[in-house]
């Protein structure tokens, strides 16, 4: 199976330019389909300037391919308006319609569209940090429009042959709370858990570690939620408590060495 996108690409800054931008040639894109037909990462590349990361301009985002050592390029989702520029988004949710919890080889690859809700996957994750020293910020929203964000100055993943284990996870600043404590956890799917059955208890693939603080990947329940349903929502416990399941969640990665 194979998703092919045409697209116009359009070089341009901000939206107000594109009005008069020049329109270049109509191009098309194979898209890879990732794993089985469940699982797959649609993308429309809207710029094809070879890129290692994120451009760092302000205001410049949109989806763009980079290349990393060690895989073929690929497409990534950058944002530039929720804490400035070159991030990259490893991860959206906006609501209920993609599926999150799923398998090994699923997170391995990646799934979703980057134009909506989506993982890029962590083989991609791994070789993104292992390319240059990265930050990691998580971006929340609840349901009343209040917003907030964990930033962690340094963030490392290693490769699936150490179960994806997060090795290096830095300093923490922002008003969510610091409720990524998981530094050296491996990542957990039901297929591949070993954290004392963390994957089925929160009904979420993470780097689980005792089962603590945080679900970014757990069942999307929209806002607050029964507690006999357990510690299975979408949930950031430091900031709306442990049955509150978050409206928005974006993480996003930089290169340590962009943008002030």
Same mark, same amino acid.
């Given at each position: 199976?194979?998703? #092919?996108?045409? $697209?116009?690409? #359009? ?15 109509? /191009? +098309?894109?194979?898209? *890879?389909?990732?794993?089985?037909? /469940? ?5 429309s590349i809207e710029n094809i300037k070879t890129l290692t990361s994120c451009p ?8 763009? *391919?980079?290349? #990393? ?30 599926? %999150? ?6 997170? +391995? ?27 990691? @910020?998580? =971006?929340? *929203?609840?349901?009343?429009?209040? +917003?907030? %964000? ?13 179960f994806y284990k997060m090795s290096k996870l830095g300093a923490y600043s922002g ?6 404590? =998981? ?6 799917? %039901? ?28 069942? $999307? @329940? ?15 416990? =430091?900031?709306?408590?442990? $049955? @509150?399941? @978050? &409206?928005?969640? &974006?993480?996003? #990665?930089?290169? +340590?060495?962009?943008?002030?």
């Amino acid at each position: 199976m194979k998703v #092919v996108w045409i $697209y116009l690409a #359009v070089s341009c800054l901000t939206i107000i330019k594109c009005l008069n931008a020049e329109i270049l040639p109509t /191009s +098309k894109f194979t898209d *890879e389909v990732i794993g089985d037909n /469940s699982s797959t990462l649609i993308s429309s590349i809207e710029n094809i300037k070879t890129l290692t990361s994120c451009p760092q301009e302000f205001g410049v985002e949109g989806i763009y *391919e980079i290349t #990393v050592p060690g895989l073929r390029p690929f497409p990534v989702l950058c944002n530039a308006q929720i804490a400035g520029a070159g991030y990259a988004v490893i991860a959206s949710r906006s609501n209920a319609e993609l599926n %999150f919890y799923r398998n090994w080889k699923d997170f +391995k690859n990646g799934f979703g569209d980057l134009s909506a809700d989506f993982f890029l996957g962590l083989d991609k994750l791994h070789a993104i940090t292992k390319s240059q020293a990265h930050e990691l @910020y998580i =971006h929340l *929203e609840d349901f009343n429009g209040n +917003k907030r %964000f964990a930033r962690y100055d340094e963030f490392y993943i290693e490769n699936e042959l150490e179960f994806y284990k997060m090795s290096k996870l830095g300093a923490y600043s922002g008003d969510a709370g610091a409720a990524f404590a =998981h530094k050296n956890a491996q990542f957990y799917t %039901f297929d591949r858990d070993n954290e004392k059955s963390c994957v089925a208890k929160r009904r979420g693939a993470w780097w689980h570690n005792a089962c603590t603080w945080s679900n970014l990947f757990g069942l $999307y @329940y929209g806002g607050d939620y029964r507690k006999d349903l357990g510690d299975t929502g979408l949930t950031w416990e =430091h900031w709306r408590g442990r $049955y @509150y399941s @978050y &409206k928005i969640m &974006k993480m996003m #990665v930089r290169p +340590k060495s962009c943008c002030p």
